[in-house]
């Protein structure tokens, strides 16, 4: 499996701004999706995650009402969509995938896109 980010860049505090995370490979064995993000100097913390058919979602407190993941399964792709970030919202968003393979669980990384919140 692999996890493709892109959309990262810079938006303004209380504007909007949606990464996306295209996920290629055996797809098939994947059983939930999310993002998880990584400020400097600080550890990575889970963003939100979603099931593989969008029945369910997750999201950290810290952006509950005001991010949104959604899932695309006829592009193989991930949203997530920043409304009204905060500075503190700055942070590389990497995206991941779980799921079992052989009888055994992976997780999978993308390689991080930058989201830059200027206020």
């Known amino acids: 499996v692999q996890l493709v980010e892109s959309g990262g860049g810079l938006v303004q505090a209380g504007g909007s701004l949606r990464v996306s995370c295209t996920v290629s490979?055996?797809?098939?064995?994947?059983?939930?999706m999310g993002w998880y993000r990584q400020a400097p100097g600080k550890q990575r913390e889970l963003v939100a995650s979603?099931?593989?058919?969008?029945?369910?979602?997750n999201y950290a407190d810290s952006v509950k009402g005001r991010f949104t993941i959604s899932r695309d399964n006829t592009k193989n792709t991930i949203y997530l969509l920043l409304n009204s970030p905060k500075s503190e919202d700055t942070a590389v968003y990497y995206c991941?995938?779980?799921?079992?393979?052989?009888?055994?669980?992976?997780?999978?990384w993308g390689q991080g896109t930058q989201v830059t919140v200027s206020s």
């Open positions: 490979g055996s797809t098939s064995s994947i059983n939930a």
């Open positions: 979603i099931t593989t058919d969008g029945s369910s979602t």
């Open positions: 991941y995938a779980d799921g079992y393979y052989l009888g055994s669980h992976y997780r999978a």
